[in-house]
Structures are given as structure tokens and as C-alpha cells.
């Protein structure tokens, strides 16, 4: 039997050989006590990369993404979030649920501008939620993968100050905002005060995200992973495959971006409702003219998996997994079910 080809995330792939090796042969210590030599190189090399103090592993991206929000607010806050952000729509109402904080929506989808932005600050009324934290994101989940523009994610962040908000980034995916801007990764974090990025997106490693910081929140973010239950022992395993990713993966992105634009060009000349400029890295959203679960029943039947993005819009996520002919495959497979 065919294997469907997956196209549901990027976080379907699967270890390297190459990988599975540096893992298996990572130095490892008990991180709980900070004595995990790998996980201790990690943490500098992502610390180094995005151009901050410091950096703290975590075992996911949520987990990196809710102590960072932690971090710079406290129970009845207001955080100014994307709409559509990952942090509201899914983490399982974790912001609300553990920090007791209330995500208002700014824009009308995905990045927005500074003008966008100031009609929501300055509510400093004593019966008002005090406003203390901007949380952006980029690339953008659930606006198909858009960059944020670095001049208005900088101008939205200089604005945010002036009202004395902090700014939190969500950087699951800013490996491949920095492939597709051609910016470094110290550029696009500049802005931000905590970043959160993630090793199962894009760089193929099984498991892991880093937040990054000020090395003076350090200790303040390892009491919230602890609390979180994300403190873990020999972690240098898990480290090592971020290691290798950071090291041989990165210049792999620019493929999945050529890929999700050959994907998104097929896709809308067999009249699928979308618009092929807007893919500017590895996510293509597209509208198909019926129920997602129907759709997506005879999408898996005809050998491609995908998944839902609101109604009657589907995405579909290129990654290292897949090479050329699997794109045109799918797009052989997906082509008869278009609407009409």
C-alpha cells in the first residue's frame, strides 16, 4: 500500500539517520540541575542566533510560548495579541486558563500595522484590565504563513514601549521568516523582549522549542517551567536533534518554500479559491467549496492528508519530508475533487 502523502504540518517528519546518531551519542546531565552539557549548548547557540542573553529549553512551543506571556504580566492582565494568533486559538485557552489573562484581537487577521495597533492602547482606566504585553507572531499560522514585515513588527513594538507594554514573539516558524525575508534571525528577534521558537517546525527535530530572553528573567522562567511540569532530566537527547537541526537544516527551508509555491500555483489552476502570491513560505491555505470534514474525507482517500483551517478552508504544509514528486502527486490526486 502507497504511504498518503502528509501534508497536515510540518511537524510530521520524521528524525534523520544523521540525527538519530547525534542523539543517540549527546553528552547528557540532569538538567533539573543545570548540569546537562547539551542542552547547555542549545540554549547558547539559540541565544546567540536571535542576538539575546540567554535561552531556556522546553519541551514544546506552547510551553514556551505561555511562560513567556508569564513572564511579563500578571492574573487580570489585557495581552494585544494577532487575530487568529496561535496563543489564542491553540493552546487550549492556556493564556486565560494558567495566567488569568485576557487576549484581545488586534487587526483584521494576521500581521497588522501600527496604526492597526493604537486605537487599542492607552486604556489606563482604574476598571480596565491593565494592559502589559504585545504578543506578535512570524511567521504567521493562521494567516497562511505570512511574514510579518520587520518595519511594521518593529514600529508595532516601538509603539507598544511608548505605552510601556513589553512584546513577546512567537517565533514557532521564524526560521523560515528568515529564509523567505533573507533577514537573520538576530534581525527579526531585535524587536521582541521574549521569543519563543520551535525545533518541529521546519528543522525536523522530534521534539523541543526554546524561549529566549534577558538573562536576568532565567531563573523567573525555569520556577514557570517547573510549575508547568516541563523541567526534565537527561534532556541532552532531545537537545542533540535541535543541535543537528540548527546545523544542517536551516538552508533546507528555501525547497519548502519553492515547494508550497508550486503547490499553491497547481492548486489554483485546478479552481481552488486562493490566491498563490500570498504564499511567501511553507503553508498554503486554500478554500474548497464544501465541509472540511468532507472534503477532507475524500482528500485522505484519494491518498493526501491534510487539515482544516476555519470553515470550508483547508491548509497544506510543505516539509522536509517531501521532494518534488510528491507536490506534483498531490496535485494529480487533489485536482479532481476542486470545485466546480
Known amino acids: 500500500m502507497t504511504a498518503p502523502i502528509d501534508l497536515r504540518s510540518d511537524t510530521v517528519t520524521r528524525p534523520t539517520p544523521a540525527m538519530r546518531r547525534a542523539m543517540a551519542e549527546a553528552e547528557v546531565g540532569d538538567d533539573v540541575y543545570g548540569?546537562?552539557?547539551?542542552?547547555?549548548?542549545?540554549?547558547?547557540?539559540?541565544?546567540?542566533?536571535?542576538?539575546?542573553?540567554?535561552?531556556l529549553f522546553v519541551p514544546s512551543g506552547t510551553q514556551g510560548n505561555q511562560i513567556g506571556l508569564a513572564l511579563h504580566t500578571r492574573p487580570g492582565d489585557e495581552v494585544l495579541v494577532t487575530r487568529g494568533a496561535h496563543v489564542a486559538l491553540y493552546e487550549s485557552g492556556a493564556a486565560p486558563a494558567l495566567s488569568g489573562l485576557q487576549l484581545t484581537p488586534v487587526g483584521a487577521g494576521g500581521p497588522f500595522d501600527a496604526?492597526?495597533?493604537?486605537?487599542?492602547?492607552?486604556r489606563t482606566a482604574f476598571y480596565q484590565a491593565r494592559q502589559s504585553l504585545l504578543a506578535l507572531e512570524n511567521t504567521h499560522n493562521h494567516a497562511g504563513g505570512l511574514v510579518f514585515p520587520?518595519?511594521?513588527?518593529?514600529?508595532?513594538?516601538?509603539?507598544?514601549r511608548e505605552h510601556a507594554l513589553g512584546v513577546h514573539l512567537d517565533g514557532a516558524r521564524l526560521w523560515n521568516a528568515a529564509a523567505a525575508s533573507g533577514r537573520s534571525l538576530a534581525e527579526l528577534a531585535a524587536p521582541a523582549d521574549t521569543i519563543s521558537v520551535c525545533f518541529s517546525k521546519g528543522l525536523g527535530a522530534?521534539?523541543?522549542?526554546?524561549?529566549?530572553?534577558?538573562?536576568?528573567w532565567r531563573d523567573e522562567a525555569i520556577r514557570l517551567r517547573r510549575r508547568l511540569g516541563g523541567a526534565?532530566?537527561?534532556?541532552?537527547?532531545?537537545?542533540a536533534a535541535a543541535l543537528h537541526a540548527l546545523e544542517h537544516h536551516l538552508g533546507d527551508l528555501e525547497a519548502d518554500h519553492r515547494r508550497a509555491r508550486r503547490l499553491a500555483e497547481g492548486l489554483a489552476e485546478a479552481g481552488y479559491d486562493l490566491?498563490?502570491?500570498r504564499t511567501e513560505t511553507n503553508i498554503v491555505v486554500f478554500g474548497v467549496g464544501a465541509p472540511n470534514a468532507e472534503w477532507l474525507a475524500r482528500a485522505t482517500e484519494a491518498g493526501v492528508l491534510l487539515g482544516g483551517m476555519g470553515p470550508g478552508r483547508i491548509r497544506a504544509v510543505t516539509h522536509r519530508d517531501l521532494d518534488d514528486d510528491a507536490i506534483d502527486a498531490?496535485?494529480?490526486?487533489?485536482?479532481?475533487?476542486a470545485p466546480a
Open 115 to 122: 496604526e492597526a495597533l493604537r486605537p487599542e492602547l492607552g
Open 150 to 160: 520587520q518595519e511594521e513588527l518593529a514600529a508595532c513594538a516601538a509603539l507598544a
Open 35 to 55: 548540569e546537562d552539557p547539551t542542552v547547555r549548548a542549545l540554549e547558547e547557540r539559540v541565544a546567540a542566533l536571535l542576538g539575546k542573553d540567554a535561552a
Open 232 to 239: 526534565m532530566r537527561q534532556a541532552g537527547i532531545l537537545a
Open 275 to 277: 490566491d498563490p502570491t
Open 206 to 216: 522530534p521534539v523541543g522549542s526554546a524561549l529566549v530572553l534577558p538573562a536576568e
Open 330 to 337: 498531490a496535485l494529480r490526486a487533489l485536482a479532481p475533487l
